[in-house]
């Protein structure tokens, strides 16, 4: 942590212009907590002067707070740290001070900010956890553990993949400690400048791709937008150099249609008889930037969004009437944030307004509570952790060991905490965290028992089968999705109901196409480790090699040809070489009226595919000349279907009255032994003519139980 804190007056993210500059968080002036941090500790009862400015916001969000422990936390910091300097030449508990103002003015508890204090003394000096847990109790022992870095001359490499690890698994027991680890990332960020810019752009990259979505997740705004504002001056200057003019010649118009929009919203309100506060907030350099990509030239409502604080949910609600009422609302602009909330706590009725010129105001609309929750997040909600629920009247409560629960772990902390023991390397845990986290939108699933299941947006049965069981999913055969059979490969929308098919086969076993429907770290790390163990007897080498040869079938020139492994007799196939032997390719099964191609093969056999099978692309890539072929005058043919099938009485009685009511004769039949309550029959059919195949593959495919029908492959590929 101390290696990433430079000079604040180099800083490559300046402050917003005035106008825009967020109001309630003061910089830091270092120079002064330097000076007074020199002086060391008071006397024992009074308050340091170097943490004034941390009680007095602390006090202001918790009047009647204990602020004894911070005193001591501050005692033990300045103490150990002394002589100590960061590279800007300050004194180095400047630091963890100016961490626990930016928790302070979010509202953190006294807790949090004992903890905060403390986060670099284990790391960087001689005090042990053993005197943090002697001084300060359990709870700042875990925190300051938490975030405390795993040393590189014991990890190497995996130092920072595994201590992100370590605190991510911490934050699934306290969520304060990644509270202090993204207040903690915003100050050294706010003092990158003097670091050599190949290491401010690492550190920018690492905060991009995990600190920022951990913010986003954990619903603390506030750490978000500026970390955003930062990261986005290092790795674009250009771009942010530009966002930043714009907002100087916006601030520098003589008129704001914004702040006039914001008086109309007032006067709608206060005829109504609406308690209100009607805010003007400006756009951080990020979201303005990203309107300007989406919209082209901005108007000056592009520059911020109203917003309006009320008392009650309901006066959210009363506030949205009367201004689509009396104001021109954007009626595709509305979405409803209180009714359905964002996983990650965020709430608020989002709205727009037109003025008569055309330029579109967007409206915000929340309670006081809603809106400190919006802007810190799990920060804001104390300690995370209930006393048993008679103690608590909000309800909360502990289960029997005393193990008390976490309101603020939501589903995507639980899920990524599963997936993260079954890494089995630094290198995929921190290349499967990155991209977990770059997937910033969730979906709920509902299972039959009435249960839910939270997943990504994007994910499929497979995923849900893999949140529910675990690596029992592997068992897995299929699944209903809203009543109806789906295949494993199937994408699940919001909302659905996913009824999934366990079979109950001991040496159940995940298929490797799996891995191209698996959404989540989850399922593809459990599938991934299951392949690793279970290596296939077959490779896609040793099919490449035995090339054609090993899928040609004879076609009869004649009807009374054996056909005990022909996938069409009849069919006729006309090619321009005297005396040569034609076969039909078994990996693609062709049949009139398929478009057909033929390649030379030994001994001067013509095998002949149909033109969209992969085998054509492998041969005309080795060069392989093409011959003409044709079908020649045919009717009656046969050809070999395969039927995949959930196992279930009478299916077989069920397929074959299926086949005989389209009128086709069966020559063979085979079924083979199920395989996780799945079923393979193969049919070799008589059809009168070629026209009758998709007719009679959709009445197979109808047959309760039946999910496939295709035409017989050398090697079947199954999806599912």
């Not at 707070?65 to 590279?87: C, F, I, T």
């Not at 008086?263 to 309100?269: H, K, N, P, Q, T």
């Not at 905490?417 to 979906?443: G, V, Y």
Request: net charge negative; proline share 7%.
């Amino acid at each position: 942590m101390s290696a990433e804190a430079t000079n604040p007056a180099v800083s490559p993210a300046p402050a917003p212009p005035p106008a825009h500059r967020r109001k309630g968080r003061p910089r830091i002036d270092l120079r002064r907590l330097g000076r007074a941090a020199l002086l060391g500790p008071t006397t024992r009862d009074r308050l340091p002067d170097a943490i004034s400015h941390v009680a007095e916001a602390h006090r202001a969000h918790h009047p009647d707070a204990d602020l004894e422990p911070l005193r001591r936390a501050y005692v033990l910091a300045e103490s150990s740290h002394r002589g100590q300097m960061r590279k800007s030449g300050e004194p180095y508990i400047t630091h963890p001070l100016a961490v626990t103002l930016i928790l302070a003015e979010l509202g953190a508890e006294t807790t949090t900010l004992t903890a905060s204090l403390l986060h670099d003394t284990v790391e960087d000096t001689d005090v042990t956890l053993d005197q943090v847990r002697e001084e300060f109790g359990a709870e700042v022992c875990f925190i300051v553990d938490g975030v405390t870095k795993l040393e590189k001359v014991d990890y190497g490499a995996a130092a920072e993949p595994e201590t992100f690890r370590k605190m991510l698994v911490a934050t699934g027991n306290d969520v304060r400690v990644m509270s202090i680890k993204l207040a903690d990332r915003l100050h050294n960020m706010r003092t990158l400048g003097v670091m050599r810019p190949e290491k401010q752009e690492r550190i920018a990259k690492v905060t991009r791709d995990v600190l920022i979505p951990l913010a986003e997740r954990l619903g603390v705004q506030a750490l978000k937008t500026e970390l955003e504002d930062l990261v986005f001056a290092i790795l674009h200057p250009e771009e942010y150099a530009h966002t930043r003019g714009l907002i100087a010649d916006n601030a520098a118009q003589e008129s704001d249609p914004l702040a006039e929009i914001a008086d109309e919203v007032r006067g709608v309100l206060r005829e109504a008889g609406i308690q209100a506060e009607v805010l003007i907030r400006p756009r951080h350099f990020v979201s303005l930037h990203r309107v300007s990509r989406k919209r082209g030239r901005l108007r000056g409502t592009d520059f911020g969004r109203i917003l309006v604080l009320v008392g009650e949910d309901a006066d959210c609600y009363a506030v949205l009437g009367e201004l689509h009422t009396c104001l021109t609302p954007v009626v595709s602009e509305f979405k409803d944030f209180i009714a359905v909330p964002k996983f990650n706590l965020y709430q608020s009725l989002h709205t727009a307004v037109a003025r008569g010129d055309g330029q579109v105001a967007e409206v915000l609309i929340r309670t006081h509570q809603m809106h400190k929750a919006a802007e810190a997040g799990v920060v804001a909600l104390g300690n995370p952790y209930a006393a048993p629920a008679e103690e608590h009247p909000d309800g909360r409560r502990a289960d029997g060991e005393g193990e008390r629960v976490d309101p603020t772990r939501p589903g995507w902390l639980s899920r990524l905490l599963d997936w993260q023991e079954a890494a089995p390397d630094a290198d995929m845990f921190w290349s499967t965290l990155r991209e977990d986290l770059a997937q910033d939108r969730e979906i709920t699933v509902f299972r039959p028992d009435g249960g839910t299941l939270g997943l990504p947006e994007g994910a499929s049965c497979v995923d849900a089968a893999y949140a529910q069981y675990g690596e029992d999913a592997h068992a897995c055969i299929g699944a209903r999705v809203n009543g109806r059979l789906a295949t494993l490969s199937t994408v699940l929308k919001d909302g659905d109901t996913v009824q999934l098919l366990m079979g109950q086969d001991p040496a159940s076993e995940p298929s490797r196409e799996w891995l191209e429907h698996a959404h989540t770290p989850a399922a593809r790390i459990a599938i991934q480790r299951w392949l690793a163990t279970h290596p296939s007897p077959a490779t896609d080498e040793q099919d490449e090699r035995d090339g054609d040869r090993k899928g040609e079938t004879p076609a009869a020139p004649a009807l009374d040809e054996p056909a005990a492994t022909s996938d069409t007799v009849g069919a006729v196939v006309v090619v321009d070489r005297p005396e040569a032997t034609v076969r039909l390719a078994r990996c693609c099964t062709p049949v009139p009226p398929d478009e057909v191609t033929g390649f030379a093969v030994r001994g001067g056999v013509v095998t002949v595919h149909r033109v969209e099978c992969a085998a054509v692309t492998r041969m005309k890539g080795l060069g392989r000349p093409e011959i003409d072929v044709r079908w020649g005058d045919t009717t009656e043919f046969r050809v070999t279907l395969v039927a995949e099938s959930f196992q279930r009485p009478h299916l077989l009685a069920d397929l074959t009255e299926a086949i005989a009511l389209e009128g086709v004769d069966i020559v063979t039949a085979t079924v083979e032994p199920p395989t996780q309550q799945r079923v393979r029959h193969t049919y070799t059919l008589q059809l009168p003519d070629a026209a009758h195949l998709p007719a009679l593959m959709r009445a197979m495919r109808n047959v309760p139980g039946v999910y496939d029908v295709g035409r017989a492959q050398h090697q079947t590929v199954a999806a599912y």
